[in-house]
């Protein structure tokens, strides 16, 4: 789907040009969603450039992501979607400035662009020209970022404080959910770790766009761009923190289950213990042999109880004393 924005009296009003009407020559971006040939045959014919392929946009070379050609600048970044869903996704999204106008190509449709969308409708200053566009999707999507980061910080405190949690002395603690505490954990480790390949890809493109000469873009543009590059370094310091928490929280969840474990080992090796004297007794008086004192006594019975009784009690007592129980 192809989409031109056109700048208003209110902000960017935004068109969707049929099949046969030429582009509007006013507009200052034209947006492709999940292009077909047809919609990137009418940006060439009315830009000049040459749209890169969706196998051209998934190259991890910065030569074949960052580059300027026939006097556009081409910047493909990988952009972390679908962040409040169990299972987030990593894209790329092209941007391309041509002149004063942007073009962006894109096969999702994530949340910072519709943010974007409906501030710029409302806000003239923001859609000025394809540089202040693209400065705003930049800052919509590193905003979105943060805010996803917070949101897993918050999480990481939550577990952390039920996994240490301390149970109150003569409390008997119930049971905890480490499978669980694995799964959300897991979850979070791995959107933290789309979050930084897309901070990183975000940092390598607003490295390149201030090395551009002064004519592509403002000083204003590029007052932004260099607070942009800050956030995004200051964001990927803070992901690497949350990302070894991530894993010190794994480690603690390990070593919490291993304790577990080992507290149920502790509680059968003790009643095999306990229940061991008591075992040999009663096979001794069981065997079949003819000559046992005790078979003739009137107190053997009640003997040979007692017995079995008294040796699981000493062991019990013992641990107890101990402190094993």
Same mark, same amino acid.
């Given at each position: 789907?192809?989409?031109?924005?056109?700048?208003?009296?209110?902000?960017?009003?935004?068109?969707?040009?049929?099949?046969?009407?030429?582009?509007?020559?006013?507009?200052?971006?034209?947006?492709?969603?999940?292009?077909?040939?047809?919609?990137?045959?009418?940006?060439?014919?009315?830009?000049?450039?040459?749209?890169?392929?969706?196998?051209?946009?998934?190259?991890?070379?910065?030569?074949?992501?960052?580059?300027?050609?026939?006097?556009?600048?081409?910047?493909?970044?990988?952009?972390?979607?679908?962040?409040?869903?169990?299972?987030?996704?990593?894209?790329?999204?092209?941007?391309?400035?041509?002149?004063?106008?942007?073009?962006?190509?894109?096969?999702?449709?994530?949340?910072?662009?519709?943010?974007?969308?409906?501030?710029?409708?409302?806000?003239?200053?923001?859609?000025?020209?394809?540089?202040?566009?693209?400065?705003?999707?930049?800052?919509?999507?590193?905003?979105?970022?943060?805010?996803?980061?917070?949101?897993?910080?918050?999480?990481?405190?939550? @577990?952390?404080?039920?996994?240490?949690?301390?149970?109150?002395?003569?409390?008997?603690?119930?049971?905890?959910?480490?499978?669980?505490?694995?799964?959300?954990?897991?979850?979070?480790? @791995?959107?933290?770790?789309?979050?930084?390949?897309?901070?990183?890809?975000?940092?390598?493109?607003?490295?390149?766009?201030?090395?551009?000469?002064?004519?592509?873009?403002?000083?204003?543009?590029?007052?932004?761009?260099?607070?942009?590059?800050?956030?995004?370094?200051?964001?990927?310091?803070?992901?690497?923190?949350?990302?070894?928490? %991530?894993?010190?929280?794994?480690?603690?969840?390990?070593?919490?289950?291993?304790?577990?474990?080992?507290?149920?080992?502790?509680?059968?090796?003790?009643?095999?213990?306990?229940?061991?004297?008591?075992?040999? %007794?009663?096979?001794?008086?069981?065997?079949?042999?003819?000559?046992?004192?005790?078979?003739?006594?009137?107190?053997?019975?009640?003997?040979?109880?007692?017995?079995?009784?008294?040796?699981?009690?000493?062991?019990?007592?013992?641990?107890?004393?101990?402190?094993?129980?």
């Amino acid at each position: 789907m192809l989409s031109a924005f056109v700048p208003g009296r209110t902000g960017l009003n935004r068109i969707e040009p049929d099949c046969d009407a030429a582009l509007p020559q006013e507009a200052v971006w034209f947006d492709l969603l999940e292009p077909q040939p047809s919609d990137e045959k009418r940006i060439d014919e009315t830009l000049g450039i040459e749209i890169p392929s969706r196998e051209e946009m998934r190259e991890i070379e910065a030569s074949n992501r960052l580059y300027e050609e026939d006097g556009a600048l081409f910047m493909t970044a990988t952009v972390v979607t679908k962040l409040d869903t169990d299972l987030p996704e990593s894209t790329q999204i092209t941007f391309i400035l041509a002149g004063a106008r942007l073009v962006t190509v894109r096969y999702v449709d994530p949340l910072p662009f519709r943010r974007f969308i409906a501030y710029a409708e409302r806000h003239v200053a923001s859609g000025t020209s394809g540089a202040t566009i693209f400065a705003g999707l930049l800052e919509s999507i590193i905003n979105r970022i943060a805010d996803v980061l917070e949101r897993a910080g918050g999480e990481l405190d939550s @577990e952390s404080a039920g996994i240490f949690a301390h149970s109150a002395p003569g409390r008997r603690t119930a049971s905890r959910d480490f499978r669980g505490v694995l799964e959300r954990l897991g979850q979070n480790g @791995e959107l933290l770790s789309k979050s930084r390949e897309s901070l990183v890809s975000l940092g390598r493109l607003l490295a390149f766009v201030q090395q551009q000469p002064s004519s592509f873009f403002s000083q204003d543009v590029r007052a932004r761009f260099r607070m942009l590059s800050r956030d995004a370094l200051a964001m990927s310091d803070h992901v690497t923190y949350l990302a070894s928490k %991530v894993q010190f929280l794994l480690e603690a969840t390990l070593g919490m289950v291993n304790i577990e474990q080992n507290a149920i080992i502790k509680i059968f090796s003790v009643a095999a213990v306990v229940f061991l004297p008591p075992t040999l %007794v009663a096979s001794i008086y069981g065997m079949n042999f003819h000559h046992m004192p005790e078979l003739d006594w009137l107190a053997g019975y009640p003997f040979a109880l007692g017995i079995m009784v008294l040796s699981a009690v000493l062991p019990y007592l013992w641990f107890k004393r101990k402190g094993w129980l």
